[in-house]
């Protein structure tokens, strides 16, 4: 089982602490380290000092690090035009020696479109689409040949398809809880399909509506990689767990139920019902950003029991 560290920047983090948990990530063992795309804080926090920008920060961070993984769950297509993300992410995976990956997504949170000016369509599910079409066109165009697409929603001429990732092909991530049109996009599209914040047994179901999908499409099931995202919330007795939850406003109780919490053999245990699942990747959601002693323990006590 893969663990990554997920953050979630917008609730308040700055690139110096974003940076500091990356190069934890990498010296504590971890897979990988990947952020949110979100411009406006969700809930009851002041989320000083403001939003960062994920591709920005993971820029930095590219050259900061050498092992991990970088990228996002998700990228809001709503954000940016499909053959400007194909350079952003080609230039970061390039700076990166090729470590990066897309997480691609419609967009779902009105409230920051209108709080900085970002058009929030009705029609995101087609937009994302062309995009997924776009994007993965763009990078699969050998050198010095053209890609033209022409779509509803956007067109391309001649394009040089310029500049090329690193590693040629930049994986891409698809997620959700759609029973049709997500499974569907998966299969077309997706090297890794990630299930957020939700049971084994919800994973496990719609693993099985994306292999399926992806058979449809051509694809072997096992094309794919299959992921979870859950919050964490480790400690050494209860008294820890408590504080860790405590910390970032939630409930022990609730934690356990929804996501990964407890002691380290708790939760453990739990990743392996996961594993059963189908799942072989966990984006383990970090919300208190200022605890590396918390992913120290979470390395040295539940990542080392998983080999």
Not at 118 to 144: D, H, S, Y
Not at 173 to 194: C, S, V, W
Request: with cysteine.
């Amino acid at each position: 089982m893969d663990l990554r560290i997920f953050t979630e920047p917008q609730q308040g983090a700055s690139y110096d602490t974003l940076l500091t948990v990356a190069k934890a990530t990498e010296d504590l063992g971890f897979d990988a380290f990947f952020r949110s795309d979100h411009y406006l804080k969700m809930g009851d926090v002041d989320g000083l000092p403001g939003p960062t920008d994920a591709w920005i920060t993971l820029a930095g961070i590219a050259r900061e690090t050498r092992r991990i993984r970088l990228g996002t769950l998700m990228t809001a297509a709503t954000f940016r035009l499909p053959g400007v993300l194909a350079i952003q992410v080609a230039q970061v995976d390039q700076m990166s020696g090729g470590r990066v990956e897309l997480g691609l997504g419609a967009g779902w949170y009105e409230e920051e479109h209108r709080a900085y000016g970002i058009p929030f369509p009705a029609e995101k599910f087609a937009r994302l689409e062309e995009q997924l079409a776009i994007v993965t066109g763009l990078w699969g165009t050998p050198v010095g040949e053209t890609f033209s697409y022409e779509g509803t929603y956007y067109q391309l001429a001649d394009s040089p398809a310029l500049p090329r990732p690193a590693q040629g092909q930049v994986p891409v991530l698809i997620g959700g809880h759609g029973k049709t049109r997500t499974p569907r996009l998966a299969g077309q599209y997706a090297d890794e399909f990630n299930m957020p914040f939700a049971s084994a047994e919800d994973s496990e179901r719609q693993f099985g509506r994306v292999r399926a999908a992806a058979e449809a499409a051509g694809r072997k099931g096992d094309d794919l990689v299959y992921s979870n995202a859950l919050v964490v919330c480790v400690g050494k007795d209860d008294a820890e767990v408590a504080r860790r939850a405590g910390a970032i406003g939630r409930q022990v109780d609730e934690l356990k139920e929804n996501g990964l919490a407890g002691s380290p053999a708790e939760v453990v245990d739990k990743i392996g019902r996961f594993a059963q699942a189908g799942s072989s990747r966990i984006y383990l959601q970090i919300l208190d950003l200022d605890d590396l002693d918390h992913l120290e323990l979470i390395s040295s006590q539940v990542q080392a029991q998983l080999g």
